[in-house]
């Protein structure tokens, strides 16, 4: 959850946690923008990043080969926006998790965002209910 208060308008990014890829990595990559998040699987593990209902576009990132230390090709789940001058908050969230051997059991523990509901692990989190007892 971030709160900014600026006098110019800015771009701003938040980024997720980075995720090593294969060469046929890609195509499990899924950018959903009805749902505003960004999806990655790969042997490795899987990552995410979600809008919760606030301000922000979900994309995947793919940095340059070699730009991380420990894998030579990564996703990093981002979302970003362009904001005026004011006041602003922006609730996202960001997941990651260590890889299985079998991408079909790993998809079904991703987690997902709709109607204000936030579905992780079997489990429904209400994010209003969440920000008003934080």
Not at 31 to 59: E, I, N, P, Q, R
Not at 101 to 109: A, I
Not at 110 to 125: D, I, W
Request: a negative charge.
């Amino acid at each position: 959850m971030h709160r900014i208060v600026t006098k110019r308008p800015l771009d701003i990014a938040d980024g997720g946690f980075a995720l090593g890829l294969a060469d046929d990595d890609e195509n499990q990559v899924t950018d959903d923008h009805d749902h505003d998040c960004s999806k990655a699987l790969s042997t490795k593990g899987m990552v995410a990043s979600l809008v919760l209902g606030t301000k922000g576009k979900a994309h995947s990132v793919f940095p340059n080969a070699n730009t991380n230390l420990m894998e030579n090709r990564t996703v990093i789940p981002t979302i970003s926006a362009a904001i005026e001058s004011g006041e602003h908050v922006f609730i996202h969230a960001f997941y990651g998790k260590p890889g299985k051997h079998h991408m079909e059991e790993q998809e079904e523990e991703m987690p997902s965002f709709e109607n204000g509901k936030l579905y992780l692990n079997g489990q429904t989190y209400v994010i209003k209910d969440w920000i008003d007892n934080k």
